[in-house]
Structure formats: structure tokens, C-alpha cells
């Protein structure tokens, strides 16, 4: 499943009613199984970006279509439906919820999905990422890069058409973020989901194919 | 994983804080089942054993004291009124029964109250279609006694176990010589009976210093038969003139076997009798109605209605003690959901991040709407339940205690109508108290929440 970006506007007004322009996307693409770097400074707009393609922020003006689909034209409902289906999310923070074991985090992303809980298939995919014996472990009592390999599993969990990633590898130490690199990017490439992933790291950036500049393409007015 | 499971496990995730609000939401509901149950037993009892007899005749006064004492055994003893007067009711041809009975006495093992009375006191159904059961045998003999059930089990006492009446209801020194006997122990009725201690009444009069003396009953009885011709009302209930009791030695001797009675063996004149009150089945209910009239156009006596009295403090008194205290469980309650509101809406700072993950994972703004509504009910609901098994605990509990001190037989587990209400009433708190942090989650900056 392919995404296209077109003439993508976001502008934020600040409280004092100051605009403030933060996307101006003429064109943007990936293609199926496609994976790609996105880097760029801070606060040039990378996460509002994922946001937008994600359908969490609906754009001021253009289509982001994600397969048939343009995000901008769905509701907000199904926007979060659509989400659930065809987007996984891996978050900077990693962002499990406390309350539940690694097992329930990731079966937490079919809960939402309207999908029939599959345990076998969470139990798979953190057996995958070499957590078969933490299944029940809560986040807290996970080391740093456990978290991040659940947060994997949760994000792959409802085989998704396309992975975003925020800065996935910024909270973990260098000797892990080659292999949650590795295995975000052996994740993708099993199961044909497209990948962009966000990054200030050149390292990062430089495993992978395509590395696109925010500042490149992103022109806000 | 449903709805349910996540708001659960969010309950469980601040389990202190959880407990504590349910916890309170459970001594509300507590409060108001025990009210409701206790309400709802007393209600009961005091209803079943009114209906029981048409009336209850006693010395003039207070209509619901003379209800309390006879029936329920509860209130000090009225006034005596004249045997003669016992009589001529009995006689009367209106009355289906009367039944004596003379208090003043109480065993000295538990205080329970001694109560003299006729063998005809057992024939009569002590609630309709119920009669008295027994363990043995009813009254035969002058020092024959039947005790109640919590009597028994109180006191140890059973068959052919002995006891001397003590003097007075109240604490007193005096005990009589006189011994009588346990023929009988009466199955649990779930009456003020069970606490009762019933002798013969002709033992009842043999206890010395139970005689009125000579001179003033000479003089009373005088004063009786002149208000009797005086009054014409109380003619109608005097069908016969009352036969001129004898001074005459009583012919048996209490010496049969299995009883030892140190006592005066002596026949008391009628004139030297008093009966506290009589217990009146009339022959129909038109019959009980001009009873009724007529005994209290009369001088002497008076004739209480037991359902209409006990309807009087049902209403008046414990109705609105039960009122009351509804309505302050009731406040309690709400206290409660305020209380499950503010936990709730507290976390909502701290939780607004896991709502923005949620929603991050595809859940929609009506789907963290419902667990925030959800974890309100299950912590309402929940605490509830709980509160509804504690207050039946804590009935369990006094159950015992208000069995002896009243002699009304409990059953802590009687569930009353009025509890059925409880869970809509607590389903509604927790819908209006989980509508706020709910539309709080539903409100949600996604984007903004996630970097926060």
C-alpha cells in the first residue's frame, strides 16, 4: 500500500492568534514495502507530518492517500478506524500503557481495530522480538529496550500497510538501537509494510535506502 | 480485550485510590440495606403478630402501651384491672376467646418476662393458620410452665428444668418461693413469644403476695359492680352477673411427680384477683367493632386494637425514622459519587496521555469515552454489591443482639423489596458522576497529548 502526499497545508494559530505555518508539502510519496528516513531539524514539523498522515491531525488543505484512500476525506470515526487497520505506530516514549502486561499491550492494538483478540498472533510476534518469556510482565518491570520491542510487536500487530515511526531509537542506547533498528526494518520488509521513520540520527538515517530531508520538500507559507 | 477488561484494569492500575472510593460508596449502601432490612423486619413482625387477635384489653391509658406490653412484651406493665372483669368478658357472648394474662414477674437467668395465663392461650393461632408448636406439653398443671424458644436456648433450660419467678419487670431483689416446672418448650415462632415464660394462671395466683389484699379488693370490687350498674354501656358486655367468688381451700395438693413445689397452697377469691390484660378473638369483625365500643364507654377498661396501634408507630414513628435514614444514606451516597468523581477526574491529568496512546492505536473518542464511563460504573456498581453484602454482614451481626433485647426473631438475609432500587440508583450516580472525566477523555488533544 502506497502513501501520497499533495499540496498538504498545516498552519497552527497560537493563542494570541499568531499563524504559524508548520507543513507546506507540495508532493510526497512512498511506495509499497517502501522504507524511508525522514530527518530533520526539531520542530520543522516531523511529528505533526506523521500525525497528519496518520489521520490524528487533519491538514488545512490536500490529500493524504494512503492505497485508494484519502485520509482527509473520511471522518473522524473512520479516520480512527482506518488507523487502526492499516497504520502501526511506534512512538519516541514508547508509550505502554502501565496498567497492562507486554501480551495485553499488543493485544491492546487489536482491541481498538475491531478485530477479535488473536492472542496466539501477539504471542507470535513478541516471541519474534525475543520476548516469549516477558509476556506478563508489566512496562515497568521491562528494561528500556523490552519496552521498545513491545512497542514493535503492538505496531505490527494488526499488519498494517504502513509503520510510522517517531525518532523510535532515541530513548535506547546505541548497542540497542542498531538491533530495534533491524528488527523494525525486518519486521517491515515480512510482512510488505511501508516505513517512515523519523530521525535526527545520521547513523539511523544512513542504514537506510532513502533518506529524505523535511526541509526538501516541506515548504510552509 | 473488551471495554470492560481495559477499565478494569485501569481501576486496578490505581488500586488504592480505587479501593478507597468504592469503599465508600459500599459503607453507603451498607448504611441503607441494614436500615432497610431492620426496617423491613420490624415492619414484619410487628404486623404478623398484630393481626393475630381483635383486641387487647387492659387498664384505661395509653392504647399503644398496653399493645407493646401484651403483644410484644416491650414498655412497662399498665394497671391491673379486676379478674371479675376477665369474667364477664369471657362470658360474653360476642367473644370467640379471651385469654388472661398477668405479668409482674421475670425469671432470674436472662430477666425474661413470666407471664400467667390460661391453657386456651396456646389453642389460639398466634398469627392466622399458625399455631403453636410444642416440645412436650401445653399447660396442665397449677406450676406448670411452657418457656420459648430463645428461653430455652438461652437459659439451658428444658424439659423438667425448674425456676422461681422473680418479682418485678424491673431489677429486684425479691425472689418467690414458689417452683415451677418446664412441661414444655414452644417451637421458634419468630415472635416476641420465643422470650416468653408462660405458667398457669392458677399458679400465677398461688405465688404469694399475687393476691390484692382483703380489704382493698373488697372495696375495688365494690367500686367495679357499682360502675357496672351505673354505666349502661358496660351493661351490654355483662351478660351474666359475675358469680360471687368463694374463699374456699383448693382441693389438689401439688405434689405429684416430678414436682417439688415449695409453696402456700392457697384458692384466691375472685375478688382478689387482677388480670394486667385479656387478649380478645371476637366471634366476627362487626362483633370485635362493638366490643371495642362498648368496653371503652366503660369505666374500667380499655379495648386496643394491636394492628391499628402498631400501624400508629409503624407510620408515625419507625416510618419516619426509616425516612430519615434513607435520606441520609441516601446523602451519603451522593457524598460517594462525588468522591468517585473527583478520583476519577483527578487521574484524567495523569492518564490524558494513555487516553492520546488509545486513540493512537484506532480507539475512537466514544470508545475512551465508555472506559472512563465504565470504570465510574464498576467502581459505583462494585462497591455497591459490596456494600449490599456488608450491610446483610452487619445484620448477621446484630441479629442476635436484637433477638434478645427485642425478642424479634431476625433474618439477617431477607431481602427487601427496596434493595432492587439500589443498583438502578447506583448505576445512575455513577452514569452522572462518570459523564464529566468521560467527556474529559472524549475531549482528548490527541496530538498535543502525545508530546506533552
Request: hydrophobic residues 45%; glycine residues 8%.
Given at each position: ?221 | ?362 480507539a475512537q473518542r466514544t470508545t475512551v469515552f465508555a472506559i472512563i464511563f465504565l470504570e465510574s460504573i464498576l467502581l459505583c456498581v462494585g462497591g455497591g454489591l459490596f456494600g449490599v453484602l456488608l450491610g ?61
Open positions: 500500500m502506497s502513501l501520497r502526499l499533495k499540496d498538504v497545508r498545516k498552519t497552527y494559530v497560537e493563542q494570541d492568534g499568531t499563524r504559524l505555518p508548520i507543513l507546506g508539502i507540495t508532493e510526497f510519496t512512498l511506495q509499497t514495502g517502501e522504507q524511508v528516513a525522514l530527518v530533520g531539524e526539531s520542530g520543522g514539523g516531523k511529528t505533526t507530518l506523521l500525525n497528519v498522515i496518520s489521520g490524528i491531525t487533519v491538514p488545512d488543505a490536500g490529500q493524504v492517500v494512503i492505497g485508494n484512500t484519502d485520509v482527509t476525506r473520511l471522518s473522524e470515526p473512520a479516520r480512527d478506524r482506518f488507523r487502526a487497520l492499516k497504520i502501526g505506530f511506534i512512538f519516541q516514549t514508547f508509550n505502554l500503557l502501565p496498567a497492562f502486561t507486554a501480551l495485553e499491550n499488543v493485544l491492546l492494538g487489536m482491541s481498538f481495530s475491531g478485530q477479535k483478540s488473536d492472542t496466539k498472533r501477539a504471542k507470535d510476534l513478541l516471541d519474534r522480538v525475543g520476548l516469549s518469556h516477558r509476556l506478563q510482565h508489566r512496562p515497568a518491570t521491562l528494561s528500556v529496550g523490552e519496552q521498545q520491542r513491545v512497542a514493535v510487536a503492538r505496531s505490527l500487530v494488526n499488519r498494517p500497510a504502513l509503520l510510522l515511526a517517531d525518532e523510535p531509537t532515541a530513548s535506547i542506547d546505541a548497542q540497542h538501537q542498531t538491533k530495534v533498528l533491524e528488527l523494525i526494518r525486518e519486521a517491515c520488509r515480512e510482512h510488505n509494510c511501508a516505513l517512515l521513520l523519523v530521525t535526527h540520527s545520521p547513523e539511523v538515517a544512513g542504514q537506510f535506502p532513502r533518506v529524505e530531508r523535511l526541509k526538501d520538500f516541506n515548504h510552509p507559507q | 480485550m473488551n471495554l470492560v477488561t481495559i477499565a478494569w484494569k485501569s481501576i486496578r492500575q490505581r488500586a488504592l485510590a480505587s479501593f478507597l472510593t468504592a469503599l465508600s460508596v459500599a459503607l453507603g449502601v451498607t448504611l441503607m440495606v441494614s436500615v432497610l432490612v431492620v426496617h423491613g423486619i420490624v415492619d414484619r413482625i410487628f404486623s404478623q403478630n398484630a393481626s393475630g387477635y381483635h383486641l387487647v384489653v387492659g387498664a384505661k391509658g395509653s392504647p399503644l402501651q398496653l399493645v407493646l406490653n401484651t403483644i410484644y412484651h416491650l414498655s412497662s406493665p399498665v394497671e391491673n384491672i379486676p379478674y371479675l372483669y376477665y369474667k364477664e368478658l369471657k362470658a360474653n357472648p360476642r367473644v370467640e376467646n379471651a385469654i388472661p394474662i398477668c405479668m409482674g414477674d421475670v425469671t432470674m437467668e436472662g430477666n425474661f418476662r413470666i407471664i400467667g395465663t390460661s391453657p386456651e392461650f396456646f389453642e389460639v393461632d398466634y398469627h392466622p393458620d399458625k399455631k403453636f408448636r410444642v416440645r412436650g406439653h401445653f399447660l396442665e398443671d397449677d406450676f406448670d410452665a411452657v418457656i420459648g424458644s430463645q428461653v430455652a436456648k438461652t437459659n439451658g433450660w428444658k424439659i423438667g428444668s425448674t425456676f422461681q419467678p422473680a418479682h418485678g419487670v424491673a431489677d429486684d431483689d425479691h425472689v418467690h418461693d414458689e417452683k415451677f416446672t418446664v412441661v414444655g418448650v414452644l417451637a421458634p415462632t419468630g415472635t416476641p413469644n420465643d422470650n416468653g415464660v408462660y405458667i398457669h394462671i392458677d399458679g400465677f395466683y398461688q405465688i404469694a403476695g399475687h393476691e390484692k389484699p382483703a380489704d382493698e379488693a373488697a372495696a375495688k370490687a365494690a367500686a367495679f359492680e357499682a360502675a357496672q350498674q351505673a354505666s349502661g354501656g358496660a351493661k351490654k358486655v355483662v351478660v351474666e352477673a359475675a358469680p360471687k367468688a368463694t374463699v374456699a381451700p383448693k382441693k389438689e395438693q401439688h405434689d405429684h411427680a416430678g414436682h417439688d413445689h415449695a409453696h402456700h397452697h392457697h384458692e384466691l377469691p375472685d375478688e382478689q384477683k387482677e388480670v394486667t390484660a385479656i387478649l380478645i378473638n371476637a366471634k366476627h369483625d362487626t362483633a370485635s367493632i362493638m366490643l371495642r365500643a362498648t368496653i371503652n364507654e366503660g369505666p374500667y377498661a380499655q379495648a386496643a386494637i394491636p394492628f391499628q396501634e402498631i400501624n400508629w408507630i409503624l407510620n408515625n414513628v419507625v416510618g419516619n425514622v426509616r425516612t430519615l435514614l434513607v435520606i441520609m444514606t441516601a446523602l451519603i451516597l451522593v457524598v460517594s459519587g462525588v468522591g468517585i468523581f473527583v478520583s476519577i477526574y483527578n487521574s484524567m491529568a495523569d492518564r490524558r496521555r494513555e487516553i492520546a496512546v488509545m486513540r493512537a492505536l484506532g446483610h454482614g452487619m445484620v448477621v451481626i446484630a441479629a442476635p443482639i436484637l433477638e434478645v433485647r427485642t425478642g424479634l426473631l431476625i433474618d439477617p438475609w431477607a431481602f427487601e423489596t427496596l434493595e432492587l432500587v439500589i443498583l438502578p440508583v447506583l448505576i445512575a450516580l455513577a452514569s452522572l458522576v462518570g459523564i464529566v472525566p468521560g467527556m474529559t477523555a472524549y475531549r482528548t488533544d490527541v496530538a498535543k497529548a502525545l508530546h506533552a
